[in-house]
């Protein structure tokens, strides 16, 4: 009913940006919370930074200060910008979305993009 594209994930050299988006499409009423999570090689997925639909943010403490998260309403995307890269945060990056869906009732659901490569190496 609903997908998730994430676009601009790729490699970087360690101090270096990188742009990530998100587009929701689909039988979408509302979006409520937005996310964007990363998975590390052998590790578990954690969170890296949330928004919800009225503009408020919440980050891990690795994002603080460098990875801002913003959304467009309208276009039913939320982005992630990374700056000053470091090694460690290398991941797959996934998108994450709480959505309320076009049915009768309404209901909600959690979807997940299908992630994006990011890696950090010089």
């Known amino acids: 009913q609903v997908q998730l594209v994430e676009s601009g994930g790729g490699w970087v050299q360690p101090g270096g940006s990188l742009r990530l988006s998100c587009a929701a499409a689909?039988?979408?009423?509302?979006?409520?919370?937005m996310a964007w999570y990363r998975q590390a090689p052998g590790k578990q997925r954690e969170l890296v930074a949330d928004?919800?639909?009225?503009?408020?943010?919440n980050y891990a403490d690795s994002a603080k200060g460098r990875f801002p998260i913003s959304r467009d309403n309208a276009k039913n995307t939320v982005y992630l910008q990374m700056n000053s890269l470091k090694p460690e945060d290398t991941a797959v990056y996934y998108c994450?979305?709480?959505?309320?869906?076009?049915?009768?009732?309404?209901?909600?659901?959690?979807?997940w993009g299908q992630g994006t490569q990011v890696t950090v190496s010089s």
């Open positions: 928004i919800t639909s009225g503009g408020r943010t």
């Open positions: 689909g039988s979408i009423f509302s979006i409520n919370t």
């Open positions: 994450n979305a709480v959505v309320v869906v076009v049915t009768i009732p309404l209901r909600t659901y959690d979807y």
